[in-house]
């Protein structure tokens, strides 16, 4: 997979790489890394890329022309580049997404600083547009990551042991059970018992219990949708 990161602000991406899983899989060459700055494309005296919002309103604008010229840049050089703005208006981004996007070659996520980025441009150039939440940050680079570090994490030998993508909260509509580790009993504090007696089926009981317990109380929606499937394929 190849990753190319636009934004105005390269030392605030690349060093996410500089360790552990990630960095593995670039030293691997399981992850390849470029940068697109939109300031080396400008056409201005000194280099500018924003501007005031026409129509009024507080704050600067990215404009189109050193973004228009780079993305072109970048088609030029791979046609077949999967084009990725992030904002908060617009769809979520979701595990499913994650899984599905792993499958590409390349993936050029756009970041967005000031006030954003000309509507101009993301309907030119965009194959897709996500939001990771209903808040506002003061760029695009942090979204940035999140999608690539999620996406990774699903491209076969980024993980040491794939298996784990399975019991992963997400996976199925209920949030994963609590993980626990050695010692037994810390600060008087114990595993629940039930871990440590080796049957497995029981285990699996309770952990299904454990995750239904903790679904209903940080995402109810989300148990609903457990219960809904289960009666559906009953």
């Known amino acids: 997979m190849t990753y190319t990161f636009v934004t105005l602000f390269k030392n605030l991406v690349e060093g996410y790489f500089q360790d552990s899983i990630l960095k593995r899989a670039v030293d691997s060459n399981i992850?390849?890394?470029?940068?697109?700055?939109?300031?080396?494309?400008?056409?201005s005296k000194h280099d500018k890329v924003d501007d005031t919002a026409v129509g009024g309103g507080a704050g600067m604008v990215m404009n189109p022309q050193p973004l228009f010229d780079a993305l072109e840049y970048l088609k030029s050089d791979d046609e077949n580049v999967h084009i990725i703005f992030l904002?908060?208006?617009?769809?979520?981004?979701?595990?499913?997404?994650?899984?599905?996007?792993?499958?590409?070659?390349?993936?050029?996520?756009?970041?967005?600083?000031?006030?954003?980025?000309?509507?101009r441009v993301i309907e030119e150039f965009a194959d897709e547009v996500f939001s990771i939440g209903d808040y506002i940050l003061t760029g695009g680079e942090l979204a940035s990551l999140v999608m690539c570090d999620s996406i990774s994490r699903n491209i076969e030998g980024v993980l040491g042991n794939i298996d784990s993508l399975s019991v992963e909260s997400f996976e199925t509509p209920l949030l994963e059970a609590p993980s626990f580790s050695k010692p037994q009993v810390y600060k008087e504090n114990s595993v629940p018992s039930e871990y440590l007696k080796g049957n497995h089926s029981k285990i699996r009981s309770l952990k299904l219990a454990l995750s239904e317990c903790k679904t209903k109380?940080?995402?109810?929606?989300?148990?609903?949708?457990?219960?809904?499937r289960i009666s559906y394929e009953k």
Do not use: C, M, W
């Open 31 to 43: 992850l390849n890394l470029n940068y697109l700055n939109p300031r080396d494309f400008s056409d």
């Open 87 to 119: 904002t908060p208006v617009a769809k979520p981004f979701k595990q499913n997404d994650a899984k599905r996007l792993a499958e590409k070659s390349h993936i050029a996520f756009v970041s967005g600083r000031y006030e954003g980025i000309d509507e």
């Open 217 to 228: 109380f940080f995402r109810p929606e989300q148990l609903l949708k457990h219960r809904t």
